[in-house]
């Protein structure tokens, strides 16, 4: 099996996405390892038999280039996109998001892992400084806990939607089950790491996420800070300072 660069979706750090007919292959090499595949192959397995509208994995299989996994292909635009290219609609594709991420979280899906062990875990990894390490750890402690289903990194390019209106969310490898303003707070952070002058979506976000209910923004500002520390070890330079003063906010 030969990647050719016309049929290349998208290219990460150890992974390799490309179309084969009316599937995607996803790719993996190092770092990741047979165990990181079958996890997300796992993940997105749950959430499928949950129904929620995620790509079917048809297969997970050894290729030339590594593990791999094979997924239905999602027809459409991812959201990211038409934000970018119909600006005037924002606020209501900001919405779309919302309302899907709360539909991820009433999903049931019992089996995925803890997120408050995944998020020390990250903590502990990245963080080197021991007391920040240790208040962090504490921090995260004191919050409450869930058993929501949590996306673990939704981004308007994670989901893909259809002329229809309908859509399909991607990317579960770090799904898990934990409180839900974990999730709103990641994306919260994530989108802060993408902010420019031509497209500020993360205070959007975050004021669309409580629209309904504005003590919300404060929860989610409380989790921020986890979030932010969860994310230091695979950052570079430019991400560490701005995680950094989402760390000491």
Known sequence: MSITADRIIAVSTGKTVYKDGDSVIKVFCRPY???????????QTQLEAAKLSVPKVQEVFLSEEGWAIRYEYARGKALSHLMEAI????????????????????????LLPCL??????AICEGIQDKEQRISLCAALD????GQATCHGA???QDIIMNQNGGYCILNWANAARGNSLFDAADTFVQLTLEDNEQLALSQLYLS????????????????VP????ARIGGANERERSILNG???Q
Do not use: G, W
């Open 87 to 110: 600006p005037a609609k924002v606020s209501d594709y900001m919405a779309q998001l919302v309302k899907i991420q709360r539909a991820i979280a009433a999903a049931d899906a019992p």
């Open 208 to 223: 669309t996420f409580s629209a309904s209910d504005p003590p919300l923004e404060r929860a989610v500002l409380r989790f």
């Open 154 to 156: 939704l981004m308007p």
């Open 33 to 43: 390892t047979k165990l990181d595949v079958m996890k997300e192959a796992f993940n």
């Open 226 to 229: 986890i979030c932010a520390a």
């Open 116 to 121: 408050t062990d995944k998020l020390k875990h």
């Open 246 to 248: 989402l760390i000491n």
């Open 142 to 145: 004191s919050l409450p806990d």
